[in-house]
């Protein structure tokens, strides 16, 4: 089951076979709410494990970046003492740690946009808990109001399938309810946005560019 089971579960069908198996709607719910702090507790530890994930390969582009600008300053140390093998090995390890930089950016971008998708789904599922569990107490009134006016319907009438019938009718009132909450809840989720990820495209260096200034740095040095 994935984390997010029961957000996508919120549907027409899956309302209806719940209220159609339940004797009891008010506790049909409640063990409803129930499954879900299950799963966002569940979605908590998911959420928790991809954050990690995001820091983790932060700190090894950090690391390999610094690795990066050490190298070149080392290089530069290096021409200017007239040792160009340990300038040329110095710019090999440098390259090494820049390809390095490339290939756990990409997967840091990517875990950094889905730790973010991730959160925002944990706030929505929050939220249509929150919505749910105040719907759930107004019903729980409700249906303590209705089992009332039931009893007196009852007693009056002398008749229980009049009764019945409105009490159906009722039942068909909250299905409508719960439908129109499940509606709204599902326009109120949010795509996922490539601001991110475009933004890290821009930042990326240009090589060649840098190339070119170090070696204008290291001939200036040189005359």
């Known amino acids: 089951?994935?984390?997010?089971?029961?957000?996508?579960?919120?549907?027409?069908?899956?309302?209806?076979?719940?209220?159609?198996?339940?004797?009891?709607p008010v506790k049909m719910l409640d063990q409803y709410l129930r499954d879900m702090e299950e799963d966002i507790a569940d979605a908590e530890t998911g959420v928790a494990k991809q954050i990690a994930l995001e820091k983790r390969l932060k700190q090894q582009v950090d690391e390999?970046?610094?690795?990066?600008?050490?190298?070149e300053q080392q290089a530069v140390?290096?021409?200017?003492?007239?040792?160009?093998?340990?300038?040329?090995?110095?710019?090999?390890?440098?390259?090494?740690?820049?390809?390095?930089?490339?290939?756990?950016?990409?997967?840091?971008?990517?875990?950094?946009?889905?730790?973010?998708?991730?959160r925002d789904q944990l706030r929505q599922m929050k939220s249509e808990y929150d919505k749910l569990?105040?719907?759930?107490?107004?019903?729980?009134?409700?249906?303590?109001?209705?089992k009332a006016q039931k009893k007196i319907q009852?007693?009056?009438?002398?008749?229980?399938?009049?009764t019945?019938?409105?009490?159906?009718?009722?039942?068909?009132?909250?299905?409508?309810?719960?439908?129109?909450?499940?509606?709204?809840?599902?326009?109120?989720r949010a795509g996922e946005t490539d601001l991110d990820r475009e933004l890290a495209e821009l930042a990326k260096p240009d090589v060649e560019a840098e190339l070119a200034a170090l070696k204008a740095r290291v001939q200036k040095k040189a005359q």
């Open 133 to 146: 569990r105040a719907k759930r107490d107004t019903l729980v009134a409700r249906a303590e109001a209705a």
């Open 154 to 162: 009852e007693a009056f009438s002398g008749i229980g399938s009049a």
């Open 1 to 24: 089951m994935s984390l997010f089971k029961r957000i996508r579960d919120v549907s027409l069908a899956n309302i209806n076979a719940l209220l159609d198996k339940a004797e009891d």
């Open 64 to 71: 390999a970046r610094e690795m990066t600008a050490k190298r």
């Open 164 to 188: 019945a019938r409105e009490g159906f009718d009722r039942m068909e009132e909250k299905v409508l309810q719960l439908e129109a909450e499940a509606e709204a809840a599902g326009e109120m």
């Open 77 to 118: 140390q290096a021409l200017e003492s007239d040792r160009e093998d340990l300038a040329r090995r110095a710019l090999e390890e440098k390259q090494t740690y820049e390809t390095k930089v490339k290939d756990i950016e990409s997967q840091w971008i990517k875990a950094r946009a889905s730790a973010d998708s991730l």
